[in-house]
């Protein structure tokens, strides 16, 4: 499985972004898919995920309530919708595959995207 991640860009806070996460490969739709991101300096850190159906989800407490995780198997494309963004959400965020179920550490996938970067400016 190769992935794309897109969609990053400058924001005010505030502001909305949607990220997009284009995969190839056939087996896709069996796949969880989640997104990680890494501030300078920072370790990567995890921010949400989809299972393969998308009937299960799980977001870090941060994100909770402002970011949306969601996928369309069809286009084989998992999607990362940030609202309310903060200046705190700046980071290069990846796009991970895994065959395990919701997982919130790396090692879970297998798969992962170059990165897309996402700056929220104050």
């Known amino acids: 499985v190769q992935l794309q991640a897109s969609g990053g860009g400058l924001v005010q806070a505030g502001g909305s972004l949607r990220l997009s996460c284009a995969a190839s490969?056939?087996?896709?739709?069996?796949?969880?898919v989640g997104w990680f991101r890494q501030a300078p300096g920072k370790e990567r850190e995890f921010v949400a995920a989809?299972?393969?159906?998308?009937?299960?989800?799980g977001y870090t407490d941060s994100v909770k309530g402002r970011f949306t995780i969601s996928r369309d198997n069809a286009k084989n494309t998992v999607y990362l919708k940030m609202n309310s963004l903060k200046p705190e959400d700046t980071a290069v965020y990846y796009c991970?595959?895994?065959?395990?179920?919701?997982?919130?550490?790396?090692?879970?996938?297998?798969?992962w995207g170059q990165g897309t970067q996402v700056t929220v400016s104050s």
């Open positions: 989809i299972n393969w159906s998308g009937v299960s989800t």
């Open positions: 991970a595959a895994g065959m395990k179920s919701i997982v919130v550490v790396i090692t879970g996938y297998t798969y």
């Open positions: 490969g056939r087996t896709f739709s069996s796949y969880t």
